[in-house]
Protein backbone atom coordinates (compact mmCIF):
# COMPACT_ATOMS: atom_id res chain seq x y z
CA UNK A 1 0.00 0.00 0.00
CA UNK A 2 2.70 2.30 1.15
CA UNK A 3 4.85 1.20 -1.87
CA UNK A 4 1.77 2.22 -4.28
CA UNK A 5 1.94 5.40 -2.79
CA UNK A 6 5.55 5.87 -3.84
CA UNK A 7 5.05 4.85 -6.94
CA UNK A 8 2.35 7.24 -7.91
CA UNK A 9 2.60 9.51 -10.40
CA UNK A 10 1.70 12.56 -8.31
CA UNK A 11 1.83 11.85 -5.08
CA UNK A 12 4.72 13.84 -4.32
CA UNK A 13 2.94 16.79 -5.22
CA UNK A 14 0.66 16.17 -2.79
CA UNK A 15 3.78 15.56 0.01
CA UNK A 16 5.25 18.71 -1.05
CA UNK A 17 2.11 21.00 -0.87
CA UNK A 18 1.63 19.37 2.36
CA UNK A 19 5.36 20.51 3.78
CA UNK A 20 5.01 23.94 1.98
CA UNK A 21 2.13 24.77 3.59
CA UNK A 22 2.78 23.08 7.08
CA UNK A 23 6.24 24.44 7.53
CA UNK A 24 5.38 28.47 7.67
CA UNK A 25 2.74 27.22 10.97
CA UNK A 26 6.32 26.08 12.31
CA UNK A 27 7.86 29.71 11.84
CA UNK A 28 7.50 32.68 13.51
CA UNK A 29 10.51 34.63 12.81
CA UNK A 30 10.32 37.27 9.08
CA UNK A 31 14.03 36.20 8.42
CA UNK A 32 12.85 32.28 8.40
CA UNK A 33 10.03 33.58 6.00
CA UNK A 34 12.73 35.32 3.81
CA UNK A 35 14.59 32.69 3.71
CA UNK A 36 11.91 30.20 2.98
CA UNK A 37 10.99 31.85 -0.24
CA UNK A 38 14.06 32.48 -1.56
CA UNK A 39 14.40 28.53 -0.95
CA UNK A 40 10.61 28.28 -3.13
CA UNK A 41 12.36 30.19 -5.29
CA UNK A 42 15.61 28.85 -6.45
CA UNK A 43 13.86 25.02 -5.72
CA UNK A 44 11.11 26.42 -8.66
CA UNK A 45 14.53 27.28 -11.00
CA UNK A 46 16.15 23.99 -10.11
CA UNK A 47 13.01 21.99 -10.98
CA UNK A 48 13.13 23.69 -14.81
CA UNK A 49 16.86 22.79 -15.28
CA UNK A 50 16.28 18.89 -13.95
CA UNK A 51 14.51 18.95 -17.47
CA UNK A 52 17.71 19.73 -18.96
CA UNK A 53 20.40 18.41 -16.89
CA UNK A 54 18.42 15.48 -15.01
CA UNK A 55 16.21 14.03 -17.72
CA UNK A 56 17.67 14.72 -21.32
CA UNK A 57 21.28 14.65 -19.52
CA UNK A 58 23.06 17.83 -21.09
CA UNK A 59 24.82 20.70 -18.73
CA UNK A 60 23.94 24.01 -18.90
CA UNK A 61 27.05 25.81 -16.32
CA UNK A 62 25.40 29.29 -17.72
CA UNK A 63 21.90 28.93 -16.41
CA UNK A 64 22.15 31.40 -13.81
CA UNK A 65 22.48 34.01 -16.62
CA UNK A 66 19.09 33.46 -17.96
CA UNK A 67 18.12 33.59 -14.38
CA UNK A 68 19.57 37.04 -14.19
CA UNK A 69 18.25 37.92 -17.39
CA UNK A 70 14.71 37.53 -16.18
CA UNK A 71 15.24 39.50 -13.31
CA UNK A 72 17.06 42.61 -14.73
CA UNK A 73 14.27 42.28 -17.56
CA UNK A 74 11.05 42.42 -15.04
CA UNK A 75 13.54 44.97 -13.18
CA UNK A 76 14.30 47.40 -15.77
CA UNK A 77 10.78 47.28 -17.59
CA UNK A 78 9.07 47.43 -14.26
CA UNK A 79 10.89 50.08 -12.53
CA UNK A 80 12.78 52.27 -15.30
CA UNK A 81 9.99 51.91 -17.96
CA UNK A 82 6.70 51.25 -15.28
CA UNK A 83 5.44 48.27 -17.26
CA UNK A 84 3.01 46.33 -15.41
CA UNK A 85 5.15 43.08 -13.73
CA UNK A 86 2.85 40.32 -14.89
CA UNK A 87 3.47 41.93 -18.28
CA UNK A 88 7.45 42.17 -18.09
CA UNK A 89 7.60 38.76 -16.55
CA UNK A 90 5.71 37.18 -19.33
CA UNK A 91 7.83 39.59 -22.19
CA UNK A 92 11.00 38.86 -20.76
CA UNK A 93 10.05 34.88 -20.45
CA UNK A 94 9.63 35.08 -24.05
CA UNK A 95 12.36 37.39 -25.01
CA UNK A 96 14.88 34.66 -22.55
CA UNK A 97 13.42 31.47 -24.27
CA UNK A 98 14.04 33.15 -27.91
CA UNK A 99 17.73 33.85 -27.00
CA UNK A 100 17.96 30.53 -24.93
CA UNK A 101 16.98 29.27 -28.59
CA UNK A 102 19.20 31.09 -30.86
CA UNK A 103 22.09 30.30 -28.78
CA UNK A 104 21.45 26.46 -27.78
CA UNK A 105 20.41 25.34 -31.07
CA UNK A 106 24.22 25.69 -32.39
CA UNK A 107 25.74 24.87 -28.95
CA UNK A 108 23.68 22.05 -28.49
CA UNK A 109 25.27 19.89 -31.33
CA UNK A 110 28.27 19.94 -28.65
CA UNK A 111 28.89 16.96 -26.14
CA UNK A 112 30.20 16.24 -22.96
CA UNK A 113 33.25 18.65 -22.09
CA UNK A 114 32.83 21.13 -25.23
CA UNK A 115 28.97 21.62 -24.28
CA UNK A 116 29.75 22.77 -20.74
CA UNK A 117 32.61 25.23 -21.76
CA UNK A 118 30.13 26.90 -24.79
CA UNK A 119 27.40 27.01 -21.69
CA UNK A 120 29.98 28.42 -19.46
CA UNK A 121 30.16 31.29 -22.01
CA UNK A 122 26.81 31.66 -22.36
CA UNK A 123 27.01 32.34 -18.66
CA UNK A 124 29.71 34.41 -18.39
CA UNK A 125 28.94 36.69 -21.75
CA UNK A 126 25.05 37.50 -19.76
CA UNK A 127 26.76 38.61 -16.73
CA UNK A 128 29.92 41.14 -18.57
CA UNK A 129 26.67 42.16 -20.39
CA UNK A 130 24.83 43.08 -16.79
CA UNK A 131 27.64 44.36 -15.33
CA UNK A 132 28.99 47.15 -18.06
CA UNK A 133 25.11 48.27 -19.11
CA UNK A 134 25.26 50.32 -15.52
CA UNK A 135 23.28 53.15 -17.34
CA UNK A 136 20.50 50.11 -17.88
CA UNK A 137 21.28 47.78 -14.93
CA UNK A 138 23.06 50.25 -12.73
CA UNK A 139 26.29 48.04 -12.90
CA UNK A 140 28.12 46.10 -9.92
CA UNK A 141 26.18 48.34 -7.49
CA UNK A 142 23.03 46.40 -8.53
CA UNK A 143 19.29 48.24 -9.35
CA UNK A 144 15.99 48.61 -6.91
CA UNK A 145 13.21 47.15 -8.28
CA UNK A 146 9.70 47.65 -7.56
CA UNK A 147 7.46 45.47 -5.48
CA UNK A 148 5.16 42.98 -7.74
CA UNK A 149 1.63 43.55 -8.14
CA UNK A 150 -1.28 42.46 -10.29
CA UNK A 151 -4.12 44.52 -11.50
CA UNK A 152 -3.40 47.25 -8.86
CA UNK A 153 -2.79 44.94 -5.57
CA UNK A 154 0.43 44.87 -4.34
CA UNK A 155 2.24 42.13 -2.57
CA UNK A 156 4.86 43.55 -0.79
CA UNK A 157 7.00 42.02 2.20
CA UNK A 158 5.91 44.99 4.06
CA UNK A 159 2.22 44.76 3.64
CA UNK A 160 -0.09 43.32 5.66
CA UNK A 161 -3.33 41.70 3.60
CA UNK A 162 -6.52 40.19 4.43
CA UNK A 163 -7.00 36.54 3.18
CA UNK A 164 -10.05 33.85 4.23
CA UNK A 165 -10.73 36.60 7.05
CA UNK A 166 -7.16 36.16 8.86
CA UNK A 167 -4.48 38.80 8.61
CA UNK A 168 -1.60 38.17 6.85
CA UNK A 169 1.82 39.97 6.84
CA UNK A 170 3.87 40.51 3.98
CA UNK A 171 6.42 38.00 3.98
CA UNK A 172 3.89 35.00 4.94
CA UNK A 173 1.73 36.21 2.04
CA UNK A 174 4.97 36.06 -0.37
CA UNK A 175 5.88 32.63 1.41
CA UNK A 176 2.66 31.29 0.00
CA UNK A 177 2.93 32.78 -3.26
CA UNK A 178 5.98 31.31 -4.42
CA UNK A 179 5.07 27.87 -2.92
CA UNK A 180 1.93 27.56 -5.54
CA UNK A 181 4.86 29.33 -7.82
CA UNK A 182 6.60 26.01 -6.76
CA UNK A 183 3.61 23.53 -7.21
CA UNK A 184 2.76 24.67 -10.25
CA UNK A 185 6.19 24.61 -11.69
CA UNK A 186 6.46 20.68 -10.52
CA UNK A 187 2.99 19.79 -12.26
CA UNK A 188 4.15 21.31 -15.60
CA UNK A 189 7.77 19.49 -15.45
CA UNK A 190 6.14 16.29 -14.53
CA UNK A 191 3.19 16.49 -17.06
CA UNK A 192 6.14 17.36 -19.43
CA UNK A 193 8.17 13.97 -18.46
CA UNK A 194 5.30 11.93 -18.83
CA UNK A 195 4.79 13.20 -22.17
CA UNK A 196 5.79 11.69 -25.65
CA UNK A 197 8.31 14.57 -25.36
CA UNK A 198 9.62 13.82 -21.86
CA UNK A 199 9.97 9.83 -23.37
CA UNK A 200 11.91 11.81 -26.19
CA UNK A 201 14.32 13.72 -23.40
CA UNK A 202 14.57 10.68 -21.70
CA UNK A 203 15.71 8.59 -24.25
CA UNK A 204 18.20 11.14 -25.66
CA UNK A 205 19.63 10.89 -22.16
CA UNK A 206 19.61 7.04 -22.49
CA UNK A 207 20.90 5.95 -25.77
CA UNK A 208 20.77 8.92 -28.73
CA UNK A 209 21.91 6.56 -31.16
CA UNK A 210 18.44 4.51 -30.62
CA UNK A 211 16.49 8.24 -30.52
CA UNK A 212 17.58 9.02 -33.76
CA UNK A 213 16.52 5.55 -35.40
CA UNK A 214 13.18 5.91 -33.94
CA UNK A 215 13.12 9.33 -35.47
CA UNK A 216 13.38 11.85 -32.73
CA UNK A 217 14.77 14.74 -33.94
CA UNK A 218 17.46 15.07 -31.48
CA UNK A 219 18.62 18.77 -32.13
CA UNK A 220 15.07 20.02 -32.07
CA UNK A 221 14.16 18.15 -28.70
CA UNK A 222 17.64 19.48 -27.26
CA UNK A 223 16.65 22.97 -27.95
CA UNK A 224 13.43 22.43 -27.05
CA UNK A 225 14.03 21.15 -23.18
CA UNK A 226 16.84 24.04 -23.15
CA UNK A 227 14.34 26.75 -23.96
CA UNK A 228 11.89 25.64 -21.52
CA UNK A 229 14.50 25.33 -18.50
CA UNK A 230 15.65 28.81 -19.80
CA UNK A 231 11.90 29.78 -19.41
CA UNK A 232 11.51 28.62 -15.93
CA UNK A 233 14.97 30.18 -14.98
CA UNK A 234 13.46 33.70 -16.37
CA UNK A 235 10.29 33.47 -14.50
CA UNK A 236 11.75 32.65 -11.08
CA UNK A 237 14.77 35.21 -11.62
CA UNK A 238 11.81 37.87 -12.50
CA UNK A 239 9.64 36.96 -9.29
CA UNK A 240 12.65 36.57 -7.10
CA UNK A 241 13.80 40.85 -7.91
CA UNK A 242 10.35 41.67 -7.11
CA UNK A 243 10.56 39.30 -4.44
CA UNK A 244 14.07 41.28 -2.84
CA UNK A 245 13.03 44.64 -4.20
CA UNK A 246 16.79 44.92 -5.14
CA UNK A 247 19.20 42.86 -7.31
CA UNK A 248 22.81 43.25 -8.35
CA UNK A 249 24.43 41.06 -11.59
CA UNK A 250 26.02 38.46 -9.21
CA UNK A 251 22.91 36.54 -9.91
CA UNK A 252 23.71 36.25 -13.37
CA UNK A 253 27.28 35.14 -12.11
CA UNK A 254 29.11 31.98 -12.82
CA UNK A 255 29.04 31.15 -8.77
CA UNK A 256 25.44 30.87 -9.29
CA UNK A 257 25.07 28.76 -11.97
CA UNK A 258 27.65 26.09 -10.31
CA UNK A 259 24.96 26.26 -7.44
CA UNK A 260 22.05 25.63 -9.58
CA UNK A 261 24.00 22.42 -11.35
CA UNK A 262 25.01 21.41 -7.56
CA UNK A 263 21.80 21.55 -6.75
CA UNK A 264 20.24 19.16 -9.37
CA UNK A 265 23.28 16.85 -9.20
CA UNK A 266 23.65 16.27 -5.27
CA UNK A 267 20.02 16.08 -4.51
CA UNK A 268 19.59 13.69 -7.70
CA UNK A 269 18.72 13.93 -11.20
CA UNK A 270 15.73 13.27 -12.88
CA UNK A 271 13.76 13.30 -9.20
CA UNK A 272 11.86 16.40 -8.70
CA UNK A 273 11.55 16.10 -5.32
CA UNK A 274 14.96 15.18 -5.09
CA UNK A 275 16.19 18.58 -6.97
CA UNK A 276 13.96 20.62 -4.70
CA UNK A 277 15.73 18.87 -1.64
CA UNK A 278 18.96 19.72 -2.83
CA UNK A 279 17.97 23.58 -3.55
CA UNK A 280 17.08 23.54 0.62
CA UNK A 281 19.91 21.67 1.75
CA UNK A 282 21.78 23.74 -0.49
CA UNK A 283 20.36 27.05 0.56
CA UNK A 284 19.92 25.93 4.58
CA UNK A 285 23.72 24.66 4.65
CA UNK A 286 25.36 28.17 4.72
CA UNK A 287 23.28 29.20 7.66
CA UNK A 288 24.17 26.42 9.66
CA UNK A 289 28.04 26.25 8.82
CA UNK A 290 28.05 29.97 10.14
CA UNK A 291 29.47 29.51 12.95
CA UNK A 292 32.90 28.05 11.33
CA UNK A 293 32.92 30.78 8.77
CA UNK A 294 36.24 30.72 7.93
CA UNK A 295 36.47 26.88 7.10
CA UNK A 296 32.59 27.11 5.02
CA UNK A 297 33.37 26.43 2.34
CA UNK A 298 36.06 23.81 2.82
CA UNK A 299 33.17 21.71 4.74
CA UNK A 300 30.77 22.71 1.85
CA UNK A 301 33.38 21.15 -0.29
CA UNK A 302 33.50 18.02 1.75
CA UNK A 303 30.33 17.18 1.75
CA UNK A 304 29.80 17.25 -1.56
CA UNK A 305 32.60 15.30 -2.81
CA UNK A 306 31.57 12.82 0.21
CA UNK A 307 27.85 12.83 -1.46
CA UNK A 308 29.07 11.89 -4.84
CA UNK A 309 31.32 9.66 -4.03
CA UNK A 310 28.47 7.48 -1.54
CA UNK A 311 25.72 8.36 -3.17
CA UNK A 312 26.18 9.02 -6.89
CA UNK A 313 22.43 8.91 -7.71
CA UNK A 314 21.76 11.76 -5.08
CA UNK A 315 20.41 12.39 -1.82
CA UNK A 316 16.69 11.55 -2.25
CA UNK A 317 16.67 8.92 -5.10
CA UNK A 318 19.13 6.83 -2.66
CA UNK A 319 16.74 7.25 0.41
CA UNK A 320 13.68 6.49 -1.75
CA UNK A 321 15.45 3.08 -2.99
CA UNK A 322 16.53 1.87 0.46
CA UNK A 323 13.02 2.60 1.30
CA UNK A 324 11.68 0.75 -1.11
CA UNK A 325 13.65 -2.11 -0.45
CA UNK A 326 13.23 -1.84 3.63
CA UNK A 327 8.96 -2.09 2.26
CA UNK A 328 9.55 -4.55 -0.28
CA UNK A 329 11.17 -6.82 1.98
CA UNK A 330 8.59 -6.63 4.43
CA UNK A 331 5.41 -7.19 2.25
CA UNK A 332 7.27 -9.96 0.83
CA UNK A 333 6.76 -8.23 -2.68
CA UNK A 334 9.39 -7.40 -5.16
CA UNK A 335 11.96 -4.67 -4.30
CA UNK B 1 7.62 -6.07 -57.63
CA UNK B 2 9.01 -2.43 -56.42
CA UNK B 3 12.65 -1.61 -55.50
CA UNK B 4 12.53 -0.98 -52.13
CA UNK B 5 16.72 -0.31 -51.83
CA UNK B 6 18.68 0.23 -54.47
CA UNK B 7 22.50 1.18 -54.20
CA UNK B 8 24.60 2.27 -56.85
CA UNK B 9 27.97 2.45 -56.86
CA UNK B 10 28.72 2.66 -53.26
CA UNK B 11 31.87 3.71 -51.53
CA UNK B 12 33.03 4.69 -48.23
CA UNK B 13 36.69 5.16 -47.51
CA UNK B 14 37.95 5.71 -43.49
CA UNK B 15 41.32 7.85 -44.08
CA UNK B 16 43.09 5.38 -46.33
CA UNK B 17 40.78 2.30 -45.83
CA UNK B 18 38.39 1.45 -48.83
CA UNK B 19 35.34 -0.20 -46.10
CA UNK B 20 32.99 -0.11 -48.96
CA UNK B 21 34.14 -0.41 -52.61
CA UNK B 22 31.89 -0.36 -55.55
CA UNK B 23 28.81 -2.37 -54.24
CA UNK B 24 25.86 -2.36 -56.16
CA UNK B 25 22.74 -4.07 -55.30
CA UNK B 26 19.23 -3.40 -54.76
CA UNK B 27 16.29 -4.81 -52.43
CA UNK B 28 12.39 -5.81 -53.30
CA UNK B 29 9.78 -5.20 -51.24
CA UNK B 30 8.55 -7.79 -49.28
CA UNK B 31 11.92 -9.68 -49.11
CA UNK B 32 14.62 -11.20 -46.48
CA UNK B 33 17.83 -9.88 -47.53
CA UNK B 34 20.77 -11.24 -45.79
CA UNK B 35 24.45 -9.83 -46.02
CA UNK B 36 27.10 -12.04 -45.30
CA UNK B 37 30.73 -11.64 -44.79
CA UNK B 38 33.93 -12.51 -42.75
CA UNK B 39 34.49 -10.50 -39.79
CA UNK B 40 35.61 -6.67 -40.89
CA UNK B 41 34.07 -7.12 -44.40
CA UNK B 42 32.24 -4.07 -43.93
CA UNK B 43 28.26 -5.60 -43.28
CA UNK B 44 28.08 -3.05 -40.23
CA UNK B 45 29.43 -0.18 -42.21
CA UNK B 46 27.00 -1.35 -44.80
CA UNK B 47 23.55 -0.68 -42.58
CA UNK B 48 25.16 2.32 -41.63
CA UNK B 49 25.74 4.11 -44.61
CA UNK B 50 22.09 3.13 -45.84
CA UNK B 51 20.48 3.94 -41.76
CA UNK B 52 22.36 7.45 -42.60
CA UNK B 53 24.70 7.03 -39.63
CA UNK B 54 27.91 7.21 -41.96
CA UNK B 55 27.52 9.15 -45.32
CA UNK B 56 29.35 7.46 -48.69
CA UNK B 57 32.15 8.65 -50.13
CA UNK B 58 30.59 8.43 -53.34
CA UNK B 59 27.21 6.78 -54.80
CA UNK B 60 24.01 6.54 -54.34
CA UNK B 61 21.48 5.12 -51.66
CA UNK B 62 17.63 5.37 -53.15
CA UNK B 63 14.71 4.41 -50.71
CA UNK B 64 11.28 3.89 -52.63
CA UNK B 65 12.63 5.76 -55.42
CA UNK B 66 13.99 8.27 -53.09
CA UNK B 67 17.93 9.33 -53.11
CA UNK B 68 18.97 9.44 -49.01
CA UNK B 69 22.19 10.37 -49.33
CA UNK B 70 23.21 12.14 -46.40
CA UNK B 71 20.25 12.22 -44.77
CA UNK B 72 19.83 11.90 -40.81
CA UNK B 73 18.54 8.90 -39.07
CA UNK B 74 15.35 10.39 -37.94
CA UNK B 75 14.81 11.99 -41.23
CA UNK B 76 15.36 8.28 -42.75
CA UNK B 77 12.61 6.46 -39.87
CA UNK B 78 9.60 9.76 -41.06
CA UNK B 79 10.44 7.32 -44.37
CA UNK B 80 9.99 4.36 -43.27
CA UNK B 81 13.22 3.17 -42.27
CA UNK B 82 13.95 1.71 -38.79
CA UNK B 83 17.00 -0.80 -37.43
CA UNK B 84 18.40 -2.92 -34.43
CA UNK B 85 21.69 -2.70 -33.56
CA UNK B 86 24.60 -5.41 -33.04
CA UNK B 87 25.59 -3.49 -29.98
CA UNK B 88 22.76 -2.87 -28.51
CA UNK B 89 20.79 1.04 -28.59
CA UNK B 90 18.53 0.12 -25.41
CA UNK B 91 17.07 3.52 -23.09
CA UNK B 92 18.31 1.32 -19.71
CA UNK B 93 16.75 4.53 -17.69
CA UNK B 94 13.44 3.83 -18.75
CA UNK B 95 11.06 0.54 -18.48
CA UNK B 96 10.85 -2.04 -21.18
CA UNK B 97 7.34 -0.65 -22.32
CA UNK B 98 8.68 2.92 -22.35
CA UNK B 99 10.97 1.84 -25.05
CA UNK B 100 8.69 0.20 -27.41
CA UNK B 101 6.18 3.17 -26.55
CA UNK B 102 9.37 5.36 -27.54
CA UNK B 103 9.29 3.67 -30.94
CA UNK B 104 5.93 5.31 -31.88
CA UNK B 105 7.41 8.61 -31.45
CA UNK B 106 6.46 9.50 -35.25
CA UNK B 107 2.94 8.43 -34.99
CA UNK B 108 1.96 10.69 -32.00
CA UNK B 109 1.34 14.38 -32.63
CA UNK B 110 2.08 15.71 -29.03
CA UNK B 111 3.15 19.43 -28.92
CA UNK B 112 4.38 21.50 -26.03
CA UNK B 113 1.10 22.81 -24.70
CA UNK B 114 -1.16 19.18 -25.05
CA UNK B 115 2.17 17.64 -22.78
CA UNK B 116 2.00 20.82 -20.13
CA UNK B 117 -1.20 20.45 -19.51
CA UNK B 118 -2.05 16.73 -20.09
CA UNK B 119 -4.74 17.60 -22.38
CA UNK B 120 -7.60 14.79 -23.52
CA UNK B 121 -6.05 14.33 -26.85
CA UNK B 122 -2.55 13.47 -25.53
CA UNK B 123 -3.87 11.26 -22.99
CA UNK B 124 -6.11 9.23 -26.15
CA UNK B 125 -2.89 8.87 -27.95
CA UNK B 126 -0.51 7.82 -25.58
CA UNK B 127 -3.46 5.41 -24.75
CA UNK B 128 -3.17 3.57 -27.73
CA UNK B 129 0.43 4.01 -28.10
CA UNK B 130 0.72 2.27 -24.86
CA UNK B 131 -1.71 -0.57 -26.12
CA UNK B 132 0.04 -1.03 -29.31
CA UNK B 133 2.95 -1.46 -28.18
CA UNK B 134 2.02 -3.78 -25.53
CA UNK B 135 0.72 -5.95 -28.01
CA UNK B 136 4.02 -5.52 -30.34
CA UNK B 137 5.91 -6.52 -26.86
CA UNK B 138 3.82 -9.50 -26.49
CA UNK B 139 4.32 -10.17 -30.39
CA UNK B 140 8.61 -10.64 -30.15
CA UNK B 141 7.90 -12.41 -26.51
CA UNK B 142 8.78 -10.08 -24.32
CA UNK B 143 4.73 -10.38 -22.19
CA UNK B 144 6.26 -10.82 -19.34
CA UNK B 145 8.65 -7.69 -19.10
CA UNK B 146 6.20 -4.80 -19.50
CA UNK B 147 6.96 -2.49 -16.25
CA UNK B 148 10.17 -4.25 -15.91
CA UNK B 149 13.08 -1.56 -15.98
CA UNK B 150 15.32 -2.43 -19.17
CA UNK B 151 18.21 -2.18 -16.93
CA UNK B 152 17.21 -5.27 -15.48
CA UNK B 153 16.28 -7.55 -18.45
CA UNK B 154 18.34 -10.09 -19.58
CA UNK B 155 20.47 -10.23 -23.33
CA UNK B 156 18.09 -12.36 -25.35
CA UNK B 157 15.20 -10.55 -23.98
CA UNK B 158 16.51 -7.02 -24.53
CA UNK B 159 17.59 -8.27 -28.79
CA UNK B 160 13.87 -8.76 -28.63
CA UNK B 161 13.16 -5.70 -27.16
CA UNK B 162 15.05 -3.44 -29.74
CA UNK B 163 12.97 -5.45 -32.16
CA UNK B 164 9.69 -4.58 -30.98
CA UNK B 165 10.97 -0.56 -30.52
CA UNK B 166 11.90 -1.07 -34.48
CA UNK B 167 8.41 -2.38 -34.94
CA UNK B 168 6.69 0.08 -33.39
CA UNK B 169 8.04 2.72 -35.58
CA UNK B 170 5.38 0.88 -38.28
CA UNK B 171 8.68 0.28 -40.49
CA UNK B 172 8.57 -0.33 -43.96
CA UNK B 173 12.00 -1.57 -43.70
CA UNK B 174 13.61 -3.20 -41.03
CA UNK B 175 17.04 -4.01 -40.59
CA UNK B 176 18.25 -6.43 -38.31
CA UNK B 177 22.27 -6.27 -37.53
CA UNK B 178 23.35 -9.53 -35.98
CA UNK B 179 20.04 -10.28 -34.17
CA UNK B 180 21.62 -13.96 -33.07
CA UNK B 181 24.50 -12.81 -31.80
CA UNK B 182 24.85 -13.94 -28.24
CA UNK B 183 21.51 -16.05 -28.32
CA UNK B 184 21.23 -19.73 -27.83
CA UNK B 185 19.88 -22.65 -29.94
CA UNK B 186 16.52 -22.27 -28.98
CA UNK B 187 16.36 -18.30 -29.03
CA UNK B 188 17.71 -18.55 -32.57
CA UNK B 189 14.99 -20.52 -33.19
CA UNK B 190 11.99 -18.41 -32.17
CA UNK B 191 13.97 -15.55 -33.76
CA UNK B 192 14.00 -17.18 -37.02
CA UNK B 193 10.39 -17.67 -36.40
CA UNK B 194 10.21 -14.06 -35.38
CA UNK B 195 11.64 -12.68 -38.55
CA UNK B 196 9.60 -14.71 -40.17
CA UNK B 197 6.20 -13.63 -39.30
CA UNK B 198 7.55 -9.73 -39.54
CA UNK B 199 8.13 -10.61 -43.21
CA UNK B 200 4.79 -12.18 -43.55
CA UNK B 201 3.58 -9.01 -42.76
CA UNK B 202 5.16 -7.44 -45.53
CA UNK B 203 7.53 -5.64 -44.14
CA UNK B 204 11.23 -5.63 -46.78
CA UNK B 205 13.92 -6.94 -43.70
CA UNK B 206 17.28 -6.71 -44.57
CA UNK B 207 19.70 -8.87 -42.00
CA UNK B 208 23.82 -9.23 -41.03
CA UNK B 209 23.86 -12.28 -39.56
CA UNK B 210 26.51 -14.74 -39.23
CA UNK B 211 24.72 -18.14 -37.90
CA UNK B 212 24.28 -19.44 -41.82
CA UNK B 213 21.86 -21.68 -40.80
CA UNK B 214 19.01 -18.74 -39.44
CA UNK B 215 20.42 -16.92 -42.71
CA UNK B 216 19.93 -19.73 -45.47
CA UNK B 217 17.26 -21.07 -43.74
CA UNK B 218 15.07 -17.72 -44.25
CA UNK B 219 16.35 -15.05 -46.75
CA UNK B 220 15.30 -14.64 -49.89
CA UNK B 221 18.63 -13.41 -51.24
CA UNK B 222 21.72 -13.00 -50.15
CA UNK B 223 24.91 -10.88 -50.61
CA UNK B 224 28.33 -11.99 -50.19
CA UNK B 225 30.95 -9.48 -49.42
CA UNK B 226 34.43 -9.64 -48.77
CA UNK B 227 36.90 -6.74 -48.26
CA UNK B 228 34.00 -4.29 -49.26
CA UNK B 229 33.37 -5.60 -52.49
CA UNK B 230 30.22 -7.66 -53.82
CA UNK B 231 31.88 -11.41 -54.07
CA UNK B 232 28.17 -12.99 -54.88
CA UNK B 233 24.40 -12.32 -55.34
CA UNK B 234 21.52 -14.56 -55.31
CA UNK B 235 19.53 -17.17 -54.19
CA UNK B 236 20.16 -19.52 -50.90
CA UNK B 237 20.52 -21.96 -52.84
CA UNK B 238 23.16 -20.22 -55.26
CA UNK B 239 24.87 -18.91 -52.77
CA UNK B 240 25.87 -22.63 -51.53
CA UNK B 241 26.77 -23.81 -54.67
CA UNK B 242 29.14 -20.39 -55.56
CA UNK B 243 32.74 -21.97 -55.93
CA UNK B 244 34.25 -18.01 -54.76
CA UNK B 245 32.27 -18.33 -51.89
CA UNK B 246 33.22 -21.33 -50.77
CA UNK B 247 36.60 -20.47 -51.65
CA UNK B 248 37.26 -17.37 -49.63
CA UNK B 249 33.99 -18.01 -46.95
CA UNK B 250 32.82 -21.36 -46.30
CA UNK B 251 35.67 -22.07 -46.04
CA UNK B 252 36.09 -24.59 -49.28
Known amino acids: MLQRFIDWRMNYVLVLAIIVFVVPLLMDNPFYFDLATQILIIAATVVGLNLLVGYAGQISLGHAGFYGM ?68 GGPDGMSVVPLSLFGWELSTFGLYSMFGFEIPGHIAWYLVAGVLLLVAVVVAQNIIDSPIGRALRSIHGSEIAARTVGVDTTHYKSLVFVVSAIYASVMGSVFAHFTGFITPAIAGFDYSIVLITMVVLGGMASPMGVILGAVVLKLMPQFLAGFQEYETAIFGFILMATMIFMPKGFYPTAMNALRRKLGRYSGGEA | MTVMIDIKGLDKEFGGVHAIEGLEFSV ?23 TGFYIPTRGDITLNGESVVGMDPNRLAERGMCRTFQQMQVCMNMTALENVML ?56 KRLEIARALAAD ?18 AELEELIRKIAQQGVTVMLVEHDMKLVMGISDRLLVINYGRKLAEGTPEEIRNNPDVIAAYLGG
Open chain 1, 70 to 137: GAYFSAIATTTYNWPPLLAIVVAAAVVGLIAYVVGRPILRLKGHYLSMATLAVGFIIAIILNNESELT
Open chain 2, 28 to 50: EQGQVYSVIGPNGAGKTTLFNLI
Open chain 2, 103 to 158: GRHLQIRANLLTSMFRLPSLLREEKACRERSEELMKFVGCGDYLDTEASAMSYGAL
Open chain 2, 171 to 188: PKILLLDEPAAGLNGTET
